[in-house]
């Protein structure tokens, strides 16, 4: 049977980037991302049968292994490494930012480390297990493999949707309408607030009515019940910490940012803890039955050889090891307690995931929870054991975690792909090769989006970035970090969380994606939630089940997410193309000095803010009072000032 051929391979890294930069741009955005294997199996089987009259089912599950590591190693990185570029902007210090080559060789080296580790685990897990771990999507995924006729249909429902939802996300950033509605509630000093974005009801589809409304009473306890409560009981001179203004003087959505966020963000950690807790029972058997069953020396046994393995794990630790001495890491990482700590929580985790996928499939796997333990340990052996402190400690904890979580998700995906594989017969090692092709071609690619999204909105909203893109899991590790770190943490608010997840754990309710919800803005979990109500009246109307593999709802959802996302990223990738390639300063990123104050003057011919350049230079900030951007002619040496009533009008 013909499996990893050069048409296979081609074709699933293009999946595998064209997914993984979809996804990395909602999961930026919103905090989630959508598996890539279903969907990719359905393209291939479009372009390799439908098009190209070819194509073999061996052919085809190569295809979606490569093709689904993009968006497992877009959530990975999108976890974690947009935390540097938050303590790179709070710290006004750059050298805590990363750059494309340094984020690529994260991706890489995370990446690696969950195929290696994975790899042992194969026979215990997919063999020895069968019939007792379910692997949802993995047994999914086999089952529209195997009826390869539907191929022709199900892939026009996919690219119906991905159209429609590229379509609505290029009208949208064309400035065709708004990307938020909202609706003051000024009794109770809170908002409704409603995302117009087509992507969420994609994922409240894909996630169904349970797990949306798990999300939603998260969004509506913080949103209606604590916020008003601080409001109410607060005063309206009160100055309450971690807010340095009065309570009177903030709106909704600076009571989210200063007191829910962390409330948000303990419920988040004891979510994760809870989690991987009840996974414990799991662990045991894992670790001590690494290399479960006996080899047989078939085609459909043969694992990639250990001692390739093991020069590979060798090439791993050498590049943590030598890569900042090139500029690819932080020198940070080169110390042998920063590696330890990559390799042990990497391997435990890594044995965590790819057994709970087996359970609950790669969309519950709690890779944050994972990840929240990897920083905790991580800041209690360098911070409190090696004496690690300042930017050296955020920067190292963070890297830590983000290697270790890029190998949790690449884990769990790994483990689902050969689960498809054991189910099709196909040749374990070809699949496995597929999965460190899949991660090498994708992680540059993924770079790339995080670098030109983090240059041109920014994942810190302020005054300076009014659209940055949340990065809402990232948001949190950095406010854990920084609080470990700096010793500032608010805990009362963190404590409150926790009581707040615990409360729901006790009723019977899994906590994490309640907790995501209490940390997330309500306006994202609204359209979640509808997208979730329309695949409950969808089940409800039809007169017998379908399965998940054969629902065109989950590949029309599957398609709106990934043609929300691509448009995201070309949008962005032009505006970037023509402000960095062309010199045009309509679409160059903001700039801003020391002060937060933003560069550059207002044309009056094209009503645009036009920023540095050799011709036109000043220094420039909007009145708050006003909402006046009032610029500084450096050559004429004054003032002046544009209000939106009287147009550019006065120089002082």
């Known amino acids: 049977m013909r499996e990893l051929s050069p048409l296979a391979i081609f074709l699933g890294i293009i999946i595998g980037i064209l997914f993984g930069a979809a996804n990395a741009y909602i999961g930026m955005k919103v905090g989630m991302t959508v598996s890539a294997s279903i969907p990719a199996a359905v393209i291939s089987m479009a372009v390799l049968r439908g098009i190209l009259k070819r194509g073999t089912i061996g052919e085809n599950n190569i295809v979606q292994t490569i093709g689904s590591t993009g968006e497992s190693l877009a959530a990975g990185m999108i976890f974690t490494i947009p935390a540097l570029f938050v303590f790179a902007l709070k710290d006004a210090d750059d050298s805590i930012r990363p750059d494309f080559w340094e984020m690529a060789v994260w991706g890489a080296v995370g990446g690696l480390i969950g195929v290696i580790f994975m790899v042992p685990l194969r026979r215990m897990l997919i063999v020895r297990e069968h019939g007792k771990l379910p692997f949802p999507e993995g047994t999914a995924c086999a089952e529209v493999l195997e009826s390869g006729q539907q191929g022709g249909s199900a892939a026009r429902t996919v690219f119906a949707g991905l159209g429609v939802g590229a379509l ?85 959505g600076m009571m989210w940012d200063k007191y829910l966020r962390f409330i948000g963000a303990g419920a988040v950690v004891l979510g994760g803890l809870i989690s991987l807790f009840k996974s414990f029972g799991t662990i045991g058997g894992s670790i001590f039955h690494m290399v479960g069953g006996n080899r047989t020396g078939q085609r459909t046994d043969r694992d990639i050889p250990t001692i390739i393995l093991l020069l590979l794990l060798g090439a791993v630790g050498a590049t943590m090891w030598f890569a900042p001495e090139y500029g690819l890491m932080h020198k940070f990482l080169q110390s042998i307690p920063v590696i330890a700590c ?64 890029i190998a949790i998700c690449i884990a769990g995906d790994c483990s689902q792909d050969l689960k498809t594989g054991y189910l099709l017969k196909a040749t374990p090692w070809k699949q496995q090769l597929g999965e460190i092709i899949g991660v090498l071609a994708a992680a540059a690619a993924l770079a790339g989006v995080i670098w030109i999204c983090s240059d041109r909105y920014g994942f810190l909203r302020d005054a300076s970035h009014p659209n940055a893109l949340l990065a809402p899991q ?61 695949r409950w009246l969808v089940t409800i109307s039809r007169r017998k089940a379908t399965s998940e593999a054969h629902d065109p709802g989950i590949l029309a959802s599957s398609g709106l997410v990934a043609g929300h996302g691509l448009m995201g990223v070309i949008l962005v990738g032009a505006a970037a193309l023509i402000g960095f390639g062309f010199g045009d300063p309509r679409f160059a990123p903001p700039r801003y000095n020391e002060q937060g104050q933003r560069w550059g003057q207002l044309d009056k011919a094209s009503g645009l803010f036009v920023y540095e350049d050799e011709n036109m230079g000043g220094v420039g900030f909007q009145d708050e009072e006003s909402g006046a951007w009032v610029t500084y002619d450096k050559e004429r040496g004054v003032w002046g000032y544009e209000s939106t009533s009287h147009g550019w009008t006065q120089w002082e």
């Open 168 to 252: 609505y996300e290029l009208f949208r950033g064309l400035g065709f309408w708004r990307d938020n509605a909202s609706l003051k509630l000024p009794y109770i000093k809170t908002e409704l607030g409603l995302a117009a974005e087509p992507a969420l009801l994609g994922v409240g589809y894909i996630l169904g009515i349970r797990i949306a409304g798990y999300m939603l009473a998260g969004a509506v306890l913080g949103w209606f019940v604590i916020i008003p409560a601080i409001g109410f009981f607060g005063g309206p001179d009160t100055i309450l910490a971690p807010a340095e203004v009065a309570i009177g003087q903030m709106d909704p």
């Open 342 to 405: 990559v390799l042990v929580f990497g391997f435990f985790f890594v044995t965590v995931s790819s057994r709970l996928v087996g359970i609950v499939g790669s969309s519950s796997n709690p890779a944050s929870g994972m990840t929240i333990a990897t920083l905790l340990g991580t800041a209690l052996i360098l911070v409190y054991g090696v004496g690690l402190e300042g930017p050296a400690a955020k920067i190292t904890i963070i890297s830590v975690g983000a290697l270790v979580c």
């Open 474 to 534: 990232a948001n949190l590790m950095q406010l854990l970090v920084q609080g470990i770190v700096d010793k500032n943490l608010p805990w009362p608010l963190i404590f409150i969380g926790m009581a707040c997840a615990l409360v729901v754990e006790f009723l019977g309710i899994p906590s994490l994606p309640f907790a995501v919800g209490l940390y997330l803005p309500l306006s994202l979990s609204t359209p979640i939630m509808v997208g979730g109500l329309v």
